[in-house]
């Protein structure tokens, strides 16, 4: 049993990383650059009214059913980028693109 929780604990620490990195140099279509581009918008503290051009040029490259499979790895937008997540998700309908229905 021991051993069973030990493998678990690593692949979840596995998991974490993996995301880290693939976070670090974009993700779903939405390099670093567009991801920080959108950060004002979104941030934790102080978010701006409305997401910048080059935000909306970013998310309208993005692959956002991709997206909206990370929306539950918080933890990870706002360490990396301290981003509210639900705000992130409002961004791509005041850009005026459709998030998939499902997300």
């Not at 021991?2 to 596995?14: E, R, T």
């Not at 693939?22 to 941030?43: F, K, T, W, Y």
């Not at 956002?64 to 539950?72: A, E, H, M, V």
Request: glycine share 8%; aromatic share 4%.
């Amino acid at each position: 049993m021991a051993k069973a929780q030990a493998i678990g604990a690593l692949l979840a620490v596995l998991v974490v990383l993996a995301m880290s990195a693939e976070v670090a140099h974009g993700i779903c279509n939405l390099s670093s650059d567009g991801i920080r581009a959108c950060q004002p918008a979104a941030a934790i503290r102080n978010p701006t009214d409305q997401p910048s051009a080059a935000c909306c040029a970013a998310l309208a490259g993005a692959n956002l059913p991709c997206l909206c499979r990370y929306k539950n790895a918080a933890g990870v937008w706002v360490r990396f980028y301290k981003i509210d997540i639900n705000r992130a998700m409002g961004l791509p309908g005041k850009c005026g693109l459709a998030m998939p229905a499902n997300c």
